[in-house]
């Protein structure tokens, strides 16, 4: 049977046209098939395959719950990554999940039979064609962000758990000035929300000695 693989992906043309390329190859066989992470976590524990692939963007979560599901209960397992975001974030995050390999979609289809087979025979290495250029930009770029004082303590606030109102309540701020603030943290963090403003403040040192309570 050589290499068997699992396809998890939302997109059952993509499932399918993934299938035809790695039935191309005599040394790998697709055993399993899956739409959603429920589907395709519960699929690698019947199946037990050798190597994982998904797609990010799920109908009831993130494909990198499913490699984190299958990495706390498996080294062996090879674990690839396919997605259209191709971003440095994207890519360090699926590092750091546990992913043996990260490709766009906008790759060829043996580029990803090889990164299955990459995973396979070295399911805790990480190949991604961008990482190089990746770490980089990450080692290159900007240094971490200078926050004014009462936007420290608005970020701890955020990180407290504590809303728009009862952050001005808090800092005697009028509600309008409290989202301001918050408005310009999310800028200086590059962040759309509270969660991504909170991830980027713990990595970056800003909120040692505070734990957020919610993201």
């Given at each position: ?28 066989s ?13 699929a ?22 499913v ?38 979609k ?12 990459h ?29 004014s ?10 990180a ?19 989202k ?17 403003a ?16 919610r993201?």
């Amino acid at each position: 049977m050589g290499i068997t693989v699992l396809l998890v992906d939302d997109h059952e043309l993509i499932r399918q046209g993934l299938a035809r390329a790695f039935e191309r190859d005599d040394d790998m066989s697709v055993v399993g098939q899956a739409g959603s992470v429920a589907d395709g976590v519960a699929a690698w524990a019947d199946l037990r395959p050798d190597v994982v692939v998904t797609d990010l963007q799920m109908p009831d979560g993130h494909g990198l719950d499913v490699v984190r599901a299958v990495r706390r209960t498996s080294d062996s397992t090879g674990l690839v990554v396919l997605t259209m975001h191709a971003g440095d974030d994207h890519i360090f995050a699926a590092m750091e999940a546990g992913a043996s390999a990260f490709v766009g979609k906008d790759s060829k289809a043996s580029d990803v039979v090889s990164a299955a087979k990459h995973a396979a025979v070295a399911p805790r290495t990480f190949l991604c064609a961008g990482l190089s250029a990746a770490m980089m930009r990450r080692a290159t770029g900007p240094s971490t962000p200078r926050l004014s004082g009462r936007e420290e303590e608005v970020l701890v606030l955020l990180a407290e758990g504590l809303g728009t109102g009862e952050i001005a309540g808090r800092l005697y701020l009028s509600e309008s000035t409290a989202k301001t603030h918050i408005t310009h943290i999310y800028q200086k963090l590059g962040a759309a929300n509270r969660a991504q403003a909170l991830v980027t403040a713990i990595r970056m040192g800003l909120l040692d000695g505070h734990t957020p309570s919610r993201f």
